[in-house]
Protein backbone atom coordinates (compact mmCIF):
# COMPACT_ATOMS: atom_id res chain seq x y z
CA UNK A 1 0.00 0.00 0.00
CA UNK A 2 2.83 2.20 0.93
CA UNK A 3 4.43 2.10 -2.69
CA UNK A 4 1.11 2.08 -4.39
CA UNK A 5 0.36 5.52 -2.44
CA UNK A 6 3.80 7.29 -2.92
CA UNK A 7 3.68 6.29 -6.84
CA UNK A 8 0.18 7.36 -7.06
CA UNK A 9 0.86 10.44 -5.36
CA UNK A 10 3.98 11.57 -7.25
CA UNK A 11 2.43 10.29 -11.11
CA UNK A 12 -0.50 12.42 -9.96
CA UNK A 13 1.50 15.84 -8.98
CA UNK A 14 4.08 15.17 -12.13
CA UNK A 15 2.81 16.80 -15.76
CA UNK A 16 3.27 14.01 -17.85
CA UNK A 17 2.06 14.60 -21.02
CA UNK A 18 3.39 14.01 -24.66
CA UNK A 19 5.22 17.01 -24.75
CA UNK A 20 7.14 16.02 -21.68
CA UNK A 21 7.69 12.15 -23.22
CA UNK A 22 9.44 13.93 -26.03
CA UNK A 23 11.68 15.90 -23.96
CA UNK A 24 12.63 13.21 -21.88
CA UNK A 25 13.65 11.50 -25.57
CA UNK A 26 16.05 14.44 -26.00
CA UNK A 27 17.90 13.66 -22.51
CA UNK A 28 16.01 15.33 -20.51
CA UNK A 29 16.96 14.38 -16.25
CA UNK A 30 13.55 14.76 -15.10
CA UNK A 31 12.93 10.61 -15.19
CA UNK A 32 16.32 10.11 -13.30
CA UNK A 33 14.88 13.08 -10.35
CA UNK A 34 11.38 11.47 -10.96
CA UNK A 35 12.68 7.76 -9.99
CA UNK A 36 15.14 9.07 -7.11
CA UNK A 37 12.09 11.10 -5.48
CA UNK A 38 9.63 8.12 -5.83
CA UNK A 39 12.23 5.77 -4.15
CA UNK A 40 13.71 8.36 -1.24
CA UNK A 41 9.43 9.03 -0.57
CA UNK A 42 9.25 5.26 -0.59
CA UNK A 43 11.79 4.16 2.01
CA UNK A 44 11.27 7.64 4.07
CA UNK A 45 7.64 6.03 4.75
CA UNK A 46 8.49 2.62 5.16
CA UNK A 47 10.81 3.45 7.68
CA UNK A 48 8.52 5.71 9.18
CA UNK A 49 5.72 3.80 9.15
CA UNK A 50 6.30 0.31 9.57
CA UNK A 51 8.16 0.14 12.63
CA UNK A 52 10.36 -2.95 12.00
CA UNK A 53 13.51 -3.06 14.59
CA UNK A 54 15.78 -4.37 12.85
CA UNK A 55 15.92 -3.57 9.24
CA UNK A 56 17.85 -2.44 5.52
CA UNK A 57 15.37 -1.19 2.73
CA UNK A 58 16.40 -1.56 -0.77
CA UNK A 59 14.34 0.70 -3.37
CA UNK A 60 14.92 0.54 -6.75
CA UNK A 61 12.33 2.50 -9.04
CA UNK A 62 12.37 2.13 -12.84
CA UNK A 63 10.45 4.15 -15.32
CA UNK A 64 10.37 3.83 -18.53
CA UNK A 65 8.32 5.67 -21.56
CA UNK A 66 5.99 3.62 -23.61
CA UNK A 67 6.51 4.03 -27.44
CA UNK A 68 4.87 0.92 -28.32
CA UNK A 69 8.02 -1.62 -27.95
CA UNK A 70 8.19 -4.18 -25.22
CA UNK A 71 10.55 -4.24 -22.31
CA UNK A 72 12.03 -6.92 -19.60
CA UNK A 73 13.28 -5.99 -16.32
CA UNK A 74 14.58 -8.03 -13.61
CA UNK A 75 16.89 -7.93 -10.52
CA UNK A 76 18.76 -10.46 -8.84
CA UNK A 77 19.58 -10.46 -4.63
CA UNK A 78 20.80 -13.20 -2.32
CA UNK A 79 18.48 -13.35 0.93
CA UNK A 80 17.77 -15.12 3.91
CA UNK A 81 14.33 -16.71 2.90
CA UNK A 82 13.36 -16.86 6.98
CA UNK A 83 13.36 -13.45 7.16
CA UNK A 84 14.30 -11.03 4.42
CA UNK A 85 10.79 -10.20 2.27
CA UNK A 86 9.70 -7.78 -0.83
CA UNK A 87 7.37 -5.80 -2.44
CA UNK A 88 6.43 -4.86 -5.68
CA UNK A 89 3.65 -2.59 -7.37
CA UNK A 90 3.26 -2.11 -11.10
CA UNK A 91 2.04 1.23 -13.25
CA UNK A 92 1.55 2.42 -15.92
CA UNK A 93 -0.60 5.38 -18.31
CA UNK A 94 -0.98 6.03 -21.65
CA UNK A 95 2.67 7.62 -21.26
CA UNK A 96 4.96 6.03 -18.79
CA UNK A 97 5.57 2.42 -17.31
CA UNK A 98 7.03 1.77 -13.28
CA UNK A 99 7.13 -1.97 -13.71
Known amino acids: KIIEQVIS ?9 SKWMEDWYDFDDDFEG ?3 EIADKIKAKCTSELNVPRYKLIVQVT ?3 RK ?4 RVASRC ?4 STDQY ?3 SYHNEHIWIP
Open 34 to 36: LSK
Open 9 to 17: DEIGCAEIN
Open 78 to 81: LWDT
Open 68 to 71: NQGV
Open 63 to 65: VGG
Open 87 to 89: ASF
